[in-house]
């Protein structure tokens, strides 16, 4: 059975940082794409960063320039380098980890910026 488990989320003041980890065991099949996706009260699931196998990254316009992804392929680990947090940062920060057939999901993370 695979698993997703984020950790790292908390409680920053605008302006700190926090470092998300994401790491993925069980899974039968190479893990190609490793994400990570925020939901904050009353809105949709976006996507804040993802990462493919071979290292190309892709970000939201909001969070470009402040957050960083990055992977342990051997490890199937991902992580989220937040800087300059801002208040509407706040959100349930997922992992999303995908193979060639299906898709799998953490529990989630809860990340809190006070102004």
């Known amino acids: 059975q695979v698993q997703v488990v984020e950790s790292g989320g908390g409680l920053v003041q605008a302006g700190g940082s926090l470092r998300l980890s994401c790491a993925v065991s069980?899974?039968?099949?190479?893990?190609?794409?490793m994400g990570w996706y925020r939901q904050a009260p009353g809105k949709q699931r976006e996507l804040v960063a993802r990462?493919?196998?071979?290292?190309?990254?892709i970000y939201a316009d909001s969070v470009k320039g402040r957050f960083t992804i990055s992977r342990d392929n051997a490890e199937n680990t991902a992580f989220l380098q937040m800087n300059s947090l801002k208040p509407e940062d706040t959100a349930v920060y997922y992992c999303?980890?995908?193979?060639?057939?299906?898709?799998?999901w953490g529990q989630g993370t809860q990340v809190t910026v006070s102004s």
């Open positions: 990462i493919i196998s071979i290292g190309t990254t």
């Open positions: 999303n980890a995908l193979t060639t057939s299906y898709g799998y």
């Open positions: 069980g899974s039968r099949f190479t893990i190609n794409t």
